[in-house]
Every structure is written in structure tokens, then in C-alpha cells.
């Protein structure tokens, strides 16, 4: 199986601008609020800039999901890298919905779990997805991950905070 992320990089932010702005109602329903910033160039070279700097101080994990012909077609990452005892991260990812449905984002999420235990040698990772979002538990039951909690008003999605259903996989499962 060929590689489907990499670490995101600069020059993905055009590519990523194109994304965001044709998605954008696909993706509303399953993300925060986005000012109309986020959706230019100028916010996503920023955005890339920042993550970036936070991949250089070991919390994040940012990447971009590629899709068979290597073309940026979304992102996944680990947040919130908690290194000491807890040895731990949380995943989250989004997919241009023209590519949905060929197996990306379950290569992507397997891939990023695969980096986070062999090359970061994390122990847990854990994932949350709001109740409705069917499609994405699926992604991550069939990458190993098991509901182990639900969260009342876990986090802001789409201006309201809502519930999420929360998955976590370990090393050693």
C-alpha cells in the first residue's frame, strides 16, 4: 500500500484554499464555526505556518491526505500530543467529499495510527465524533478504535456545543 499522507507543507496552501472553499457547506455541519478568513489563502498559508511551528515542539502531527494520483484531497492530524505518563494524542481529519467513499480516509486514519505508535511511540489515541456522524465512527471502529465514552456538550461544532461520542484505540490492541 502506497503512502496516502505526508507532512503538510507551504505550498499546500492552495491547494488547501480550493478545498476548504468548495467544501464548505459539505463540511459545516462537522466542524467549528469558520470565520470568512479561513476560507482565503492568506488564513490557510497561516494556519499551515502555525501548525507547523507547533509540529516543531513535538504537539501536533499535521498532515495532508493525498489521494491516488498524489493530488491534496484533505487533512489528518494528532493534536494535543501529550508527552510524560500520558503519552497520548487525539486525531482529527476531514475529506474533500468528491473523494469520499474510495477508502482514503480509512488508509489515512490507519496510516496516522501506524505513525503514532511505531514512529512517536504513543500509547492511546483518541478520536470524538458528534452522534449524527455516522460515516466517520465507521472510519474509525474499522482502524480499531472503541467507543469508550460520550461527552454532553463536548465542543463547539457548527455554533452550538454538542454532544460527542468518544473512541479511543490503544497500543497494544
Sequence with gaps: MTTC?????ASDAPALTRLVQANRAFLEPWEPDRGESYFTEIEQRRLIDAVL???A???TEPR???DESGRVVGRINLNNIVRG??????VGYWLDEASGGRGLMGRAVAEIVDF???????HRLEAGTIPQ???????????GFVRF?????????AGAYTDHILFQRLADD
Design 116 to 122: 503514532a505508535f511505531s514512529e512517536l511511540g504513543l
Design 85 to 90: 505518563p500520558f503519552q497520548s494524542a487525539s
Design 5 to 9: 499522507t505526508r507532512l503538510i507543507a
Design 53 to 55: 511551528v507547533a509540529h
Design 149 to 157: 465514552g460520550y461527552a454532553p456538550k463536548y465542543l463547539q461544532i
Design 133 to 143: 456522524n455516522h460515516r466517520s465512527q465507521a472510519v474509525l471502529q474499522r482502524a
Design 57 to 59: 515542539a513535538g504537539s
Design 64 to 66: 495532508v491526505i493525498l
